[in-house]
């Protein structure tokens, strides 16, 4: 895996309100045409809707999601990334914010790989 880091956070409905200069070079979007809009803006249609089922049920509820997505970019590529993604919290039990921290990974087989081996782990996820 390269280690670009892609970083953004979203308020609790998932809105983005930062992102760094890689995460918009990454995604072929400019910051401004990423401030304010839902983060499955870089959604790939391919990924099972199940993940980010299972990603909000784990952030929403406290606690880390660890997975590998496929993003779309702005001009219809896609790229990979290993995604930490965790709730910001004010005090004990106030979410605050959703933080992601984002490595991209650069090799399409290691990535279609990892993903695959996640799937497994994950048994509501669609495997095809």
């Known amino acids: 895996m390269?280690?670009?880091?892609?970083?953004?956070?979203?308020?609790?409905?998932?809105?983005?309100i930062f992102v760094n200069d890689v995460f918009c070079e990454v995604?072929?979007?400019?910051?401004?045409?990423?401030?304010g809009q839902p983060h499955n803006i870089v959604r790939h249609p391919e990924m099972p809707k199940e993940l980010f089922r299972y990603l909000w049920v784990t952030i929403a509820g406290?606690?880390?999601f660890r997975g590998?997505?496929?993003?779309?970019?702005?001009?219809?590529?896609?790229?990979?990334?290993?995604?930490?993604i965790m709730p910001w919290?004010?005090?004990?039990?106030k979410i605050e914010k959703?933080?992601?921290?984002?490595?991209l990974i650069t090799n399409e087989?290691?990535?279609?790989?990892?993903?695959?081996?996640?799937?497994k782990l994950l048994p509501s996820i669609d495997k095809s």
């Open 2 to 16: 390269n280690q670009v880091t892609l970083f953004s956070e979203t308020d609790t409905s998932g809105r983005i």
């Open 27 to 35: 995604s072929g979007f400019t910051r401004n045409e990423l401030i």
């Open 62 to 64: 406290g606690n880390i």
């Open 68 to 84: 590998v997505i496929k993003n779309k970019a702005k001009d219809g590529s896609h790229y990979w990334v290993s995604a930490i």
């Open 89 to 93: 919290m004010q005090g004990e039990k």
């Open 98 to 103: 959703y933080v992601s921290i984002r490595h």
């Open 109 to 119: 087989h290691e990535a279609q790989d990892l993903f695959l081996q996640q799937a």
